[in-house]
């Protein structure tokens, strides 16, 4: 009899949300203030509509194997628990998408560091392969971002009063990882060099 375990490690990138300067960081313990001396860098590029034009979201296949029939670009729901992960196929954009497949590899450590998640799969205690994952991301669109860490993001409507630890995305930038750039502050990915610009709606 062999043993399937199915898991999700959250990687070296929590979602932690850094806030540029005038925004008060008293809400989150994670939250820093970003620094105001920091000029914005003249090699941004314009905003993505989506995390398609961010060219460090285009991994590679480095091997491994899991259930899900799924390609890189594509979009996943995951959910469920570290040692009891759920994973379906989603539209990336969807009300049913929260990451978006941006690398695969053999195992959990070979995904780039700053990834927001992996998902992998194990045989008997041996890893079978890994998804290296990234919050799916939509310009204007809302993710309810859970600061506790415990829960994943989901996507919202921006106007659903009842939703908690809500994060517009106003841009995407390239080319910086800096917060600054950002007029509200935002999600920076440090070894890929991109951030997701975010303001606070709950």
């Known amino acids: 009899m062999h043993a399937l375990s199915r898991g999700f490690l959250a990687a070296g990138a929590t979602l932690t949300l850094l ?8 809400d989150s313990g994670n939250a820093v203030a970003a620094d105001t001396t920091t000029t914005t860098s003249s090699s941004t590029s314009a905003a993505a509509s989506t995390t398609d034009d961010v060219s460090g979201q285009e991994g590679i296949d480095a091997g491994g194997s899991t259930d899900i029939d799924v390609e890189i ?3 996943v729901q ?26 695969k590899a053999e195992q ?3 995904c780039p560091t700053d990834v927001n998640q992996t998902y992998y799969e194990t045989l008997d205690g041996v890893e079978q ?10 310009v204007d669109g809302c993710m309810s971002v859970p600061t506790g860490g415990i ?6 409507e921006c106007s659903d009063t009842s939703a908690t630890d809500v994060e517009q995305v106003t841009e995407i930038k390239t080319g910086t ?16 060099q991109f951030v997701v610009c975010t303001t606070t709606i709950s």
Do not use: H
Not at 78 to 103: H, P, Q, R, W
Not at 151 to 156: H, S
């Open 19 to 26: 806030f540029a300067a005038g925004c008060s960081s008293s």
């Open 73 to 75: 670009g594509q979009c």
């Open 78 to 103: 995951l959910g469920g628990t570290m040692t009891a992960a759920t994973i379906d196929n989603a539209e990336c954009g969807s009300m049913e998408s929260n990451y978006k497949v941006i690398a």
């Open 108 to 110: 959990n450590e070979q």
């Open 129 to 138: 392969g890994a998804l290296c994952l990234d919050v799916d991301w939509v």
């Open 151 to 156: 829960d994943e993001p989901a996507r919202v």
């Open 177 to 192: 990882a800096d917060p600054n750039d950002c007029p509200e502050g935002g999600y920076a990915y440090d070894a890929r």
